[in-house]
């Protein structure tokens, strides 16, 4: 079950039964429908005003662990059932079955050719014909679960497992190019920096910078005492890391050399991003703490229930980095908590505050001010805004509020 909340008052406003097994996720359409996916093997359509449940997809044979829109218009989806499927996204009629992976599928995206990418818990990533669903080519090597992927510029593939490794693919044949052997624990995640080279990071504690081209290893950032959660590039060229030891590390670009070290937090660190004047801000143990973007030292300490309050344009710039389609315009909705509120940057305080009965998650903000709000207990609600009786959209709600002209945008 889905239920359609009135964001102010907290009122049911719709009911979307259909689904008898735990909903795994939801997205918005760009016409305003609403897809979500489910432990019962189906996706379902619905109409975001009144409920009513447009089409069911029905053909996985095992729980849907996700969905994406392709470009034009078609939807696929991932199971634990091996396979992914291309459905119709007017009638819900499966278009193909991708059939090929011998074990649960983990995630998929879209290549810029159109053509699609999968990974799995049997090791490998295939290769897909976007139009057919054919697999092209099936990319054998890891040897534990593919955890991740992610398209370079120059058409390759990157990819990293809990086997220790990264590889880098020829995106036309699937041919393994390189095998970026260093780490010694499973690597959690990998991004591409601007020049080419690529940094990962892992539960061995470190973060390793790799020639984009022949995957040598060009320099291993230690310093983490426990697994590296996280990293990114700074706009200088430094990078910043974060960790479960509680720590969040600077380190030269090119050397790999660590610049400070920010302590302070008590609990893992969930994340970190670069403010525009240069400033860090990390968010753990409910706190946020903002930084000095050259020395490290701590600047301000917040609460996380009064950071809206005494910084709304951190709260802001936190869910765009976390999530861009939390935000629309000045407007985002974050989710402390068991609770979901919408922001404006400009304000000291929520605009509308949504309370859950379990921890809540938000995932997106669309111009109309529907958001969609995922909870811990398992529900998936989709709220509006109301302004009294009146639905109201993000662009109408910026009429009511005190924000000066030049904020108003």
Known sequence: TLRLWDSQSGACLATFEGHTELVWGALELSDGRLLSWSGDHTLRLWDSQSGACLATFEGHTDSVWGALTMADGRLLSWSHDKTLRLWDDRTGACLAT?????????????????????????????????ESGACLAALEGHTYSVYGAL?????????????????????????????????EGGVEGALALADGRLLSWSRDNTLRLWDGRSGACLATLEGHTKSVEGALALADGRLLSWSEDSTLRLWD???????????GHEGMVWGALEL?????????DHTLRLWDGRSGACLEVVDEKDANRLHSEWCFTCAKAVNSRLVEGRFAIVSPGRSARLIHAALPAAVATWNADSDAEAHHLLPDGTTCVTLASGQVCFLQLHHGNRRVTLDELKGLLPISRKESP
């Open 151 to 183: 398209e370079l510029s120059d058409g390759r593939l990157l990819s990293w497992s809990w086997d220790d490794p990264l590889r880098l693919w020829d995106s036309q044949s699937g041919a393994c190019l390189a095998t970026l052997k260093g780490h």
């Open 276 to 284: 525009a004047d240069g400033r860090l801000l990390s968010l753990s």
């Open 253 to 263: 670009g090119q050397s790999g050399t660590c610049l400070a070290t920010l302590e």
């Open 98 to 130: 991708l059939e090929g992976h011998t074990k649960s599928v983990e995630g998929a995206l879209a290549l810029a050719d159109g053509r699609l990418l999968s990974w799995s818990h049997d090791h490998t990533l295939r290769l897909w014909d976007g």
